[in-house]
């Protein structure tokens, strides 16, 4: 993935490209660096391993002077996150570029130049980029077309940003593949990879195409694709610029699970009527649409597919519609076969996910579903501008690594996917209207979840020194059981599996002592009775029981076994209200161990790389 960020004005640059580099780390904090194009036409950079602070403290040693920049923060792909491998690379002292994506011919491409004599000093695929560049602005000495007849010649995924000391009033952009926005400023104009890292200094941003190739000058932007100039319209984003800041959080992770109760009701809001779901809240066509669906393909990856297991269950259960779940890395190599009247449905925080993206582009070029929707947190990414139909989450951006407040407004959502396909089916009945009043509901018990904070702070202690946990659900809560799993092994390192519980005595119960504690989440539903049976198999293999339990479960506390009372909850909304018991254990275990709660090692918020 990687984050890019680019500026042409009329003052100094470098503070604006470090803060959109700040603003650009969840996209990857391996490496920063940044590339300014001096008054006197020097072009200068600097380069730090590590975090954009890095950087930073470099930027305080040396700093880099121009109005003309372009910067990067980077999540490694090819070669180690070392100095050397950071963005932007350079060709000679003139040009520098900076990349996000990957480019898969690189190698031959390598040794072409380096046949000509080109010598390279990074490991990474982007290094090509430039030396071709480079090479062809000497041809012929223009930038945007030098860009235009490289980019001809590379396969893969990218965005971009170059300049060249030779042109001071020009800064190139281009994408396939991969985000980038123009912020379009007055006298001024920006590239970055998403608005977010530009709304310091604009709020009006055009939102570049796929083969889109731009040239900024302070005047404005002339936008080139396959050959021809193109016109893309500059929208003005409405979404404020609040959530940048800790607002007086330890963490954003842990401020972003604060924030579920208010999110959830924003995305409630406006979609629901006494007692059912507005079918148009997905758009104008899904009335005709969802009348027509006869089957449900949901594609998704990380935190989002979890979210799409559970769909499967709702929107078996309460549509009778069959669903399809599966990550996107895996369907879109697969040779699918679609049922008639599939509608084809991506789950994503934030739309730019390149395999979820990948797998639309596959399914949209098959032919074969009914349509497409896109259940997405970010207006205007890609997801949602490709997709017939969209229902966006409201979470607000989600700043920490680890996906919170995405996840249950995507559950949300999805149950109000699940009510409108019935809907559609069946008019109104009791089954909607009860779900209406628990929806409403939700953000009151979302509340009263929140207040086990401390008593799950406590709980945690018990696993700051543990290396294994084993999560287990059962029906809608097995997914839920994956994401506890999922959390804790992203922040905190712990080694985390999560099981169905009937499925324990199949192999996983070998794994079970007294160092394996097991997390169980059980709701006061159909299943209950079975997955006590399940966690007595544990307790008999001397496994210590963490249980988040219903008051009516009737679950008590002993040797060994732990009980965590959440408050009753309708059954269909309780896997919203069981994530949260596991965030906050995550949460406190990961800050036990002092691992970098918001930026863990090796991940990226957005993956924009296959
Ligand atoms: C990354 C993030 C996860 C996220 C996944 C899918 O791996 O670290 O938190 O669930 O990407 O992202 P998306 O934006 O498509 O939901």
New binding site residues.
């Given amino acids: 993935m990687c984050g890019i960020v680019g500026a042409i004005a009329g003052r100094q640059v470098q503070d604006i490209l470090l803060e959109g580099l700040r603003r650009l780390e969840y996209r990857g904090y391996d490496s920063a660096g940044m590339a300014v194009l001096s008054d006197d036409g020097q072009l200068e950079r600097r380069r730090a391993a590590g975090k954009v602070a890095a950087l930073e403290n470099a930027l305080k040693e040396a700093s880099l002077p121009g109005c003309l920049g372009i910067a990067h923060t980077r999540w490694a792909t090819h070669g180690r996150p070392l100095e050397r491998n950071a963005h932007p690379h350079m060709s000679g002292n003139k040009l520098a570029v900076v990349h996000n994506g990957i480019i898969e011919n690189y190698e031959s491409l390598k040794q072409e130049l380096e046949a000509e004599g080109y010598a390279f000093t990074s490991d990474t695929d982007t290094e090509v980029i430039a030396h071709l560049v480079a090479r062809e602005y000497d041809r012929c000495g223009d930038l945007l077309a030098a860009v235009e007849g490289v980019i001809a010649r590379l396969d893969g995924a990218y965005a971009l940003g170059v300049v060249h000391a030779d042109e001071p009033q020009t800064l190139i952009g281009a994408r396939k593949g991969s985000p980038l926005v123009v912020g379009v400023g007055i006298e001024e104009m920006f590239i970055g990879s998403d608005p977010l890292a530009l709304l310091q200094v604009t709020d009006r941003f055009i939102y570049l195409e796929e083969g889109d190739i731009v040239r900024l000058t302070r005047k404005g932007a002339e936008i080139r694709n396959a050959g021809k100039a193109v016109e893309r319209e500059i929208t003005t984003f409405e979404h404020g610029d609040g959530a940048v800041s800790r607002g007086g959080y330890r963490h954003f992770m842990l401020k972003e699970i604060y924030e579920q109760a208010g999110v959830v009701s924003a995305t409630l809001e406006g979609r629901l009527t006494e007692n059912h779901v507005l079918t148009r809240s997905f758009g104008a066509a899904a009335d005709t649409l969802f009348d027509q669906v006869d089957a449900i393909q949901i594609v998704?990856?990380?935190?989002?597919?979890h979210a799409g297991m559970v769909a499967r269950y709702w929107i078996e259960k309460l549509a009778g519609i069959p669903t399809q779940v599966e990550v996107a890395s895996e369907y879109r190599y697969r040779d699918v076969v679609v049922p008639r009247n599939t509608l084809f449905v991506t789950?994503?925080?934030?739309?730019?996910?390149a395999d979820?993206l990948a797998a639309l582009r596959f399914a949209q070029s098959q032919n074969k579903y009914l349509g497409t929707l896109a259940i997405c947190?970010v207006p205007g990414s890609s997801l949602v501008r490709e997709s017939e139909l969209s229902l966006m989450t409201q979470a607000g951006p989600e700043i920490g690594?680890?996906?919170t407040k995405?996840?249950t407004t995507q559950l949300v959502a999805l149950l109000l996917l699940a009510l409108a396909l019935r809907h559609q089916r069946q008019g109104n009945d009791d089954v909607q209207a009860n779900a209406v009043k628990a929806l409403r509901h939700l953000p009151d018990v979302l509340k009263e979840t929140l207040a086990l904070d401390s008593a799950i702070e406590t709980l945690s202690a018990a696993f700051a020194e543990k290396h294994h946990a084993l999560f287990l659900g059962r029906g809608p809560q097995f997914p839920i059981a994956l994401e506890g799993a999922l959390k804790l092994k992203?922040i905190s390192y712990i080694h985390a599996e999560a099981y169905p519980a009937g499925e324990l005595k199949h192999g996983p119960l070998a794994l079970v002592d007294s160092e394996m504690p097991v997390i169980a989440v059980a709701p006061n539903d159909e299943l209950l009775e079975k997955l006590k049976s399940n966690l007595q198999e544990v307790r008999a293999r001397g496994g210590e029981l963490f249980v988040f339990a219903d008051s009516r479960a009737n679950i008590s506390e002993g040797e060994g076994v732990h009980v965590m009372t959440l408050p009753q909850v309708d059954e269909l909304v309780a896997p919203i209200i069981y994530t949260v018991p596991l965030q906050l254990l995550s949460y406190h275990v990961a800050v036990l161990k002092g691992t970098d709660v918001d930026q863990p090692r090796n991940?990226?918020?957005?993956?924009t790389v296959e």
Avoid: M
């Avoid at 998704?300 to 597919?305: E, H, N, P, R």
């Avoid at 991940?603 to 993956?607: E, G, M, N, P, Y």
């Fill in positions: 998704a990856c990380g935190t989002s597919y789950l994503s925080q934030s739309g730019e996910t979820t947190n690594v680890a996906s995405a996840f992203e991940l990226a918020k957005s993956v």
